[in-house]
């Protein structure tokens, strides 16, 4: 016999198992040897007051039920004949685009400008000595921009595709099942390499080919069709279709889709600094605790607030997290967030930005759709020659920087790069710095102890989304001149995130399956 029950636990209560058996037979007022199996299928922390809990629901088993085994299992089909898709970028898009193909009996071919993971690795240690390759860095690479990430997986944009299916195929391939119940999933950078490693493979023994050190350079287009496309080495490569999955860094495709007249938009977008908070201040605020009781994750935070008619939020908060050097090009100073699994560093850290909208770059109405591409640019210039010209940050702390003050010392950080301090109250815009000013005034009376010195600022964080769009029909998910060109994923403006990146991968492969009828 089965019956679905939630419980409130406490947080120690919620890691043994035998414990929680206990407060479900006292719940369901049963003798606790009649309980023969339980399942949790969801869980979530209820902080709002200083008992804090959390809340299991359950599936309870008696009369000496089992919970069936659980087989996230796919079959995959031999594809090495099939008709081939190019897949040019291995990100979350690409690679989900690749399986599912796999599942539709097609041949998936991805291409991918960077090293596979482990290569890859060397790279980023390079980054933080000031080295940048533009191949390969915490963008680019097999994986994309979320393998060396803090792997969040919730995604708002839900009624887009199975959020369940995309955390199903992360578990088949490696990711703890914890994913599937909590209602914050998160991987860790730690885990995450060895997740994407076992997609390629699982890609490349059914068949499939992937291609590292492979930039897409040009688009072979004949009248309106896209028939393939050029490396960096002058080779052709053909297929029936294109899914473009580059990512919000990819700038060249940007550029070389304008050089091709191929259509696309400017994107309202995000930019402002990353805000670094030694971990405990932000436990002590959530949890109402002086000290995090070891049963806790470290503590996150969200903050949405219109300032003067614009949107002011925080953005990727990683708790115990690092910040990381993200640009993709040298002469730039780009900054994002990781964790790993355990999210036990002693710092806390999230994007702050302010939403940027067409109206606010009239400066840069010359250059087009590519305004507001441009006007990151800028920004990441400014920020690297604000920082010394190397990969260290401009950094300021937060009542300084809300106060226009310079800060004569800054907080510890966790950027291995290196801060200097900067006066970036006014080396941002006043339509961002004003914006955030006032923001942190606000979210400081919201978060207990969040308003303080101790925290730093660093610029610039400008990757948040695509300020570009690659424009495809509704229904056909194709781009609405070129036949057979998918744009797909956060460059193309269809994503977000992990998972709302694999889930518009996904589509794109039903769509072509389906708008070719292909067998
Ligand atoms: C440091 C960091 C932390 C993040 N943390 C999170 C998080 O915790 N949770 C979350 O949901 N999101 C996070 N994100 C955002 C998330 O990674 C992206 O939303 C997601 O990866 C987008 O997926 P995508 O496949 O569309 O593009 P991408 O992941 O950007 O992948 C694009 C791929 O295309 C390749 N490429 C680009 N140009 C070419 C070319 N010309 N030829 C061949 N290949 C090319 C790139 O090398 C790259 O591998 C983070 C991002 C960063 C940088």
Redesign the pocket.
């Known amino acids: 016999m089965q019956t679905e029950i939630t419980i409130s636990v406490s947080p120690k209560t919620a890691t043994e198992k035998e414990s929680i058996k206990l407060s479900l037979a006292r719940k369901l007022n049963i003798d606790v040897n009649k309980i023969s199996d339980v399942k949790i299928y969801k869980r979530s922390i209820d902080a709002r007051s200083r008992n804090i809990k959390i809340h299991l629901k359950v599936i309870v088993f008696t009369k000496g039920e089992i919970a069936n085994p659980k087989n996230y299992g796919k079959e995959y089909k031999n594809i090495k004949s099939a008709t081939p898709i190019i897949i040019?970028?291995?990100?979350?898009?690409?690679l989900f685009a690749a399986l599912r193909l796999m599942e539709l009996g097609l041949k998936p071919i991805v291409?991918?400008?960077?090293k596979n993971v482990i290569e890859r690795r060397k790279d980023l240690a390079k980054i933080h000595k000031h080295e940048v390759n533009p191949d390969s860095n915490?963008?680019?690479?097999?994986?994309?921009?979320?393998t060396?990430?803090?792997?969040?997986?919730y995604?708002r944009s839900k009624k887009r595709g199975s959020v369940e299916r995309i955390l199903k195929i992360l578990v088949e391939h490696g990711a703890i099942e914890d994913i599937m119940i909590d209602a914050h999933p998160?991987i860790g950078t730690n885990k995450l390499p060895k997740i994407i490693a076992r997609m390629r493979e699982n890609i490349l023994s059914h068949g499939g080919e992937v291609h590292f050190g492979?930039?897409?350079?040009d688009f072979i287009i004949k009248g309106n069709k896209i028939d393939g496309v050029v490396d960096q080495y002058g080779n052709k490569i053909f297929g029936h279709s294109v899914i473009l999955?580059?990512?919000?860094?990819?700038r060249?495709?940007f550029f070389l889709s304008k050089q091709h007249k191929i259509k696309i938009e400017a994107k309202p977008f995000a930019l402002g600094v990353r805000i670094e908070h030694p971990q405990p201040i932000i436990d002590k605020a959530q949890y109402n605790c002086n000290v995090r009781s070891k049963y806790l994750p470290a503590a996150s935070y969200k903050f949405v607030q219109q300032v003067n008619g614009k949107g002011v939020f925080s953005f990727?908060m990683c708790p115990g997290g690092h910040i990381?050097p993200?640009a993709t090009a040298r002469e730039e100073v780009v900054v994002?967030?990781?964790s790993a699994s355990t999210r036990s560093s002693r710092y806390a850290n999230s994007g702050m930005v302010v939403a940027i909208e067409q109206v606010d770059l009239i400066k840069y109405a010359k250059y087009g759709e590519l305004a507001g591409l441009v006007f990151q640019q800028e920004m990441e210039k400014m920020a690297w020659e604000a920082g010394g010209k190397t990969q260290a940050a401009p950094a300021q702390r937060m009542v300084d920087f809300t106060n226009g003050k310079f800060s004569k010392t800054l907080n510890h950080c966790s950027y291995i790069p290196g801060v200097n301090s900067a006066p970036l109250h006014e080396l941002l815009p006043s339509m961002i710095s004003n914006q955030l000013q006032e923001g942190f005034k606000i979210f400081g009376r919201k978060m207990k102890g969040y308003f303080t010195n101790e925290a730093n600022i660093l610029g610039v964080e400008s990757?948040t989304s695509s300020p570009v769009r690659i424009p495809r029909d509704g229904l056909l998910l194709s781009h609405p001149q070129i036949n057979n060109l998918y744009p797909?994923?956060?460059?193309a403006g269809y994503?977000?995130?992990?998972?709302s990146?694999a889930i518009d991968?996904e589509r794109c492969a039903d769509a072509i399956k389906k708008n070719h009828s292909l067998k």
Request: glycine share 28%.
């Open positions: 040019v970028g291995s990100g979350p898009a690409g291409l991918e400008r960077g915490y963008c680019f690479g097999e994986g994309g921009a979320g060396y990430s803090d792997g969040k997986l995604t998160h492979c930039r897409v350079e999955a580059t990512g919000h860094s990819a060249d495709i990727c990381v993200s994002n967030g990781m990757r797909c994923g956060e460059g994503a977000g995130g992990i998972v990146a991968g």
